[in-house]
C-alpha cells in the first residue's frame, strides 16, 4: 500500500519547477539585461541553446503519453520567438501610449502586470495551436498566480493589446479579440454555461477592433459580438451582440443626502 494514497502523478508529466524555469528563460531571452549589443548576440545565442534543451526535456516525457514531434515542435516554437517579441514590443507600446501614469517602454516591460500577462499568452498560445498539452496551461497559471489576470492560452488575440491595472480579467478559451482592443480590471469574457459537452464549441465572445471594455464588465456567449471601434461601460452584464460605434453602459443612480436628516439605520459588517 502506497504511503501517499491517493492519485499519484506519473513521470510522463514535467514538473512545475522545469516549467517554470523554461518560462523565465524564455523571457529573460526576449528581453534580455545587457550592456551592448555583442554581449546581447552572445546570451541571445546561449540562451536558445539553453531554451532548445529545457523544451525537448519537458516535451520527451509528454511524448510518451501523446503523439508529439518534439524536434518538430522545438523547431518551429523556438523559430517563432522574433516574431513573438516584435508583437510584444507593439503590445507595450500601446501602453505607453495609452496609460498616463507609463514613462517608457522599458517600465512597462519590467513591472507592468498587464504587460507580464500578455507576455505569459504570446508565449503560450504558439504551443496550444501545436497541440502541446499540459505546458500552456502550467504556463498560464503561473502569469495568473502573479498577476490575478487568466488568459487561456487559446483565446486569439490581435495585436497591439492592452490590459491595464488587469486584476481580475478573466478570457476565456474560445474568446477572439481584435486590434487595439484595451481592457480595464474585472473584466470577464465567458461562457453562458458550463457544460462539458460544449467544450468543442465557441463558447467566449468575440471583441472587434478598437474596444474599449471598462472595469467590471461581463460579456458572455460564444454568439455575442462587440462591434469595432464601441465601449462598454464599467459592471456592464452582455449577452447579446452590439453593433459597431456603439456605447453601452449600466444606468444607476447614486443619492447623496445630509447625514444629519438621515434616519433610516445603516449596518455596515466588513
Not at 472595469?215 to 452590439?242: F, Q, R
Not at 453602459?249 to 447614486?254: L, R
Request: net charge negative.
Amino acid at each position: 500500500m502506497s504511503a501517499f494514497p491517493g492519485y499519484l502523478l506519473s513521470s510522463n508529466f514535467p514538473s512545475r519547477n522545469s516549467v517554470v524555469a523554461f518560462t523565465e528563460d524564455l523571457i529573460n531571452c526576449i528581453f534580455p539585461m545587457v550592456n551592448d549589443a555583442a554581449a546581447y548576440t552572445e546570451q541571445q545565442c546561449s540562451a536558445n541553446l539553453s531554451l532548445r534543451k529545457q523544451l525537448t526535456d519537458i516535451l520527451t516525457p509528454l511524448s510518451q503519453r501523446y503523439e508529439l514531434d518534439v524536434p518538430g515542435i522545438t523547431d518551429i516554437y523556438l523559430n517563432g520567438l522574433t516574431a513573438i517579441k516584435a508583437d510584444l514590443i507593439k503590445d507595450a507600446e500601446l501602453i505607453l501610449e495609452f496609460d498616463p501614469a507609463a514613462y517608457s517602454v522599458e517600465e512597462v516591460i519590467l513591472s507592468y502586470p498587464g504587460f507580464y500577462a500578455i507576455m505569459i499568452y504570446r508565449l503560450t498560445h504558439p504551443l496550444y495551436k501545436l497541440n502541446v498539452p499540459i505546458l500552456p496551461r502550467i504556463m498560464s497559471e503561473l502569469a495568473h498566480s502573479k498577476t490575478g489576470i487568466d488568459i487561456n492560452a487559446g483565446a486569439q488575440i490581435g495585436c497591439p493589446f492592452f490590459i491595464d491595472h488587469g486584476t481580475g480579467v478573466v478570457i476565456g478559451e474560445t474568446s477572439v479579440i481584435g486590434k487595439n482592443v484595451k481592457i480595464y480590471q474585472g473584466v470577464t469574457l465567458g461562457a453562458l454555461a458550463v457544460r462539458k459537452e460544449d467544450a468543442q464549441t465557441k463558447r467566449h465572445p468575440t471583441i472587434e477592433d478598437n474596444v474599449v471594455l471598462y472595469a467590471n464588465s461581463t460579456i458572455l456567449g460564444g454568439k455575442t459580438v462587440i462591434g469595432h471601434d464601441s465601449i462598454i461601460g464599467g459592471n456592464t452584464w452582455i449577452t447579446e451582440s452590439v453593433i459597431p460605434h456603439s456605447v453601452a453602459y449600466t444606468k444607476s443612480q447614486i443619492v447623496i443626502t445630509d447625514k444629519k436628516d438621515f434616519t433610516e439605520p445603516l449596518n455596515f459588517i466588513i
